[in-house]
């Protein structure tokens, strides 16, 4: 949805095409070990353009045009050329469970049916919607509003909530302790630009969401006037709670989207919502929301102001829209189709749907993905790659630890607070220690694939429910799968964590020198270690809690260099009539920043007293810098660009590269950037943080 506390590295569509041959077969594990390779391929490059001028073209245009843009995609870069091998590897290990056979109830019997399901494409053709038929006729026979609130409280162990978003998660001023947290959601289209903003662009794209909407409803037996009436009706009442939604730049301020208040007082302030009956028949004792957090006051509001005025029509079509969208792509081709005909075509640019198999194998990834990581670690992540990250990332903590000294803004005080919590990360690498255990996930071939997806929703939202309500926050849970290829900071337990999936090239490479490797892994770790100090994040201490720590003065002096750099980002144009959004993406570019700097110092402590030799007429300083601009390498429709400026808090690659570098002092040097290079900035211009 739209408000993760996490920060990631990248926001990523699906995954990606062709392969990359990994780079584990060394059994090294020293740390600065002899170099094999300046994992640099120089035909990624494009050399007529000047460095100076264009960094991101220099960079990457040979790469650009050798890896056109394939028909399924919005957006094809490195990272999602990494993020197709990978789906190709966790397609081998489902392919060659298929070939074995095991005990009813195992994990690998899991996957190996809800796989089966999956790719019965017979099957699902012909099974058509009916899977979702029973509730649809359900739905149409309430005649009610109170009778379809019954309906949608037998949803709630599926984990569906309507309009809003309750979940359970640590509190944000008593972060060892998990706490119902109630926000907005409730809108398909995540983003309230999309109901609500009158340019060309966004009109079409709601025009079409309109016409999808009566084209799918079609589909499950109603006609052309009926579904005409109801789509009426749904885009009515998320035109509404887009209306008294929030941005996704207003969702960055913390201290905004955190309001506690008693069960008593949220009962007196939102009646209509109640919450105690949606959260009991989610399986929350009301024991365990006693206090909770409103994060956004008022969306909830306007929840309950659009609860006591809806009618009971209204009600039960949004209700059944809401169903109808998220079964879509369980059931059958057409559905499917109708799906990606909106969602794929119009909102991304993508031509083509991805081939069945990449669609199971991301539907398997989001329902059982920890599973499947299990069995790829085994199979791929080698002990030596988690030696030699752990003594990276202690590295780049020394070296963040020297930028603070460096800083004559900051003054001991804070500087000595911000050692404290760069010293009290929790650090996570590969896959978690211990495994979720899936025994009581029921996987039952009887059934329909659809029915299942339901099982693995009812099974995830138990587990969650019984981990989390009333229960402190457990510290060595992970965020992401292992194989995922990203990375993130939590600033609730200050804890940074890279998943196996991003250690492998061109992030990370067991044989490449160290103006790779820190170019690289280097400046993710550093810039996941930055999430801590970034507009948001240095709001929360060590321990996780949102508790100031900064004097006033630093305060106000980091909040106006962060202001210079947002209004930089603000003046870039990412398409002709389209700025980018500095204050949204300020977080992400004060991390990429910060992650080039701190890397670029772990580098030369890494290797002061040695010459790295020159290779292919670059120097390790430049392939440094190289190595970091080849992680953002891609193509991308304009819608893609369109949706990413309202929705990705990341700037598009082509900014996370020529925005960034002209503020890093080393890469004038390194590149001999002068005055009346394109990409100059005076001195004074440049952001001076960390
Ligand atoms: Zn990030």
Redesign the pocket.
Known sequence: MNMKAI????TVALPAVLGLTSCYNNEDNAVETAVQSTGINISNLDQTVRPSDDFYEYANGGWMRSHPLPAAYSRYGTFDELEEENSTRIKGILDDLQGSSFAAGTTEQKLYDLYGLAMDQDRRNGDGVKPLMGLIEQMEAAATSEDLFEIQLALAPLGYSAFITAEFTADEKNATQNILRVKQGGITLEQKEYYLNTDAANTSIREAYKQNIVKMLQLFGFTAEQATQKMANIVRLETELAKVSRTQTELRDPEANYNKMTLAQFNANYPNVQIEKVMNAMGARSAYIQELVVAQPEFVAGVNNLIATMTADEYRDYMEWIQINKAARYLDDEAEATYFEFFGKVLSGRQEDYPLWQRATLQIEDNMGEALGKLYVERYFPPAAKERMLQLVRNLQTALSERFDAQDWMSSATKAAAKEKLNAFIVKVGYPDKWTDMSALNIDTQKSYYENFLECRRFWNAYTMEQKAGKPVDRSAWQMTPQTVNA??EPTTNEICFPAGILQYPFFDMEADDAFNYGAIGVVIG??MT?AFDDEGHMYDKDGNLKNWWTPEDEAKFKEKADMYAAFYDAILVLPDLHANGRMTL??NL??HGGLQVAWTAYKNATAGQTLPTADGLTADQRFFLANASLWAQNITEEEIRRRTITDV?SIGRWRVNGAFPHIDAWYDTYDVKEGDKMFLPKAERLDLW
Do not use: P, R, T
């Open positions: 920060k990631i590295l990248l993130y900071y810039h996941e999430h977080g992400e991390a990429d990341h």
